[in-house]
């Protein structure tokens, strides 16, 4: 399967098989997030965890016997790369049919914080559940979607922009960029508020925050949100061949209230 392919498969799991995840699953997946990358060089730490050990539960889910937390330093930009990676993960948990949902606020979260030895300088936006996805969802879980509006995202002309904010990009004009704004679009999000925009220059994509959530004790949660969508056009693009590296370096372009210029993504080749 490609990644996007399991990006096109992937929903929120919140109704889990009664049962722990197989020991060979475990240790792939200690494996993976002992060093799961972001392309901007912020250093995040997983641990994967026994629900009932550590006494970790959420109103949410259902069946759940393992967690999936991580937490990072609050460095500048903390919250992109910290989404970035926390997706990563998730995906590639999704590779092994292991079920995840990112957790911000629905989780005893002291439980959660004292299992990742927490620190001062220290936060820990997200953390997921992980295991085998029920076939059946938990009527709640049901509901939720259906409030969320999980299965709906904005369209197209709505978060991506050709050279400013004034022009909606066209599905020409997407080029060969066309899957990896597509894995964008699809992105989970907090609340599915989708706050990721993109504007199209000369051989650069241009991420901005569609800011309209306060910040919170865990930073700008929004900018998580972005820094998954950027994990999901970073991995497609690869898988596209198309080449380049992100950079820090605002464009010349006027933007709406409220709108947060985050990075720019570079291209090569
Ligand atoms: C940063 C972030 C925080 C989230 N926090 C919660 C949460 O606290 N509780 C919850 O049930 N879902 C949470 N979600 C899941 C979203 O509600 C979900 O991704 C969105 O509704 C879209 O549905 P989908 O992931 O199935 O496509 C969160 C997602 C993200 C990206």
Redesign the pocket.
Known sequence: MTIYDLIKS???I?TFEEKPLSEEHMKKLTEYVRNVENPFGVPIEFKLFDAKENGLTSP?IVGAKQYLAAKVKRVDGFEVAF?YSFEKACLYALSLGIGT???????NRAAFEKAMALTQDEVM??ASPIGYPSSKMSIREAL??KA?H??RRKRTDELFFNKNFETALTENEEGDFAEAFNAVRLA?????GQPWRIVLGKDKVHFYEAKSMKDSPLGD?QK??VG?AVAHFDLVRQETGIEGTFVFNAPDVVTPNGMRYITTFERTK
Do not use: E, Q, W, Y
């Not at 949902?101 to 989780?107: D, E, G, N, R």
């Not at 989970?188 to 599915?192: D, E, G, L, R, Y």
């Open positions: 992937r929903r929120s919140r949410v989404g949902v990112m957790l911000a606020a629905s989780l936006p997200l939720m979607r969320l999980a299965d989970p999000s907090a609340a599915n949660v998580l949100d998954i």
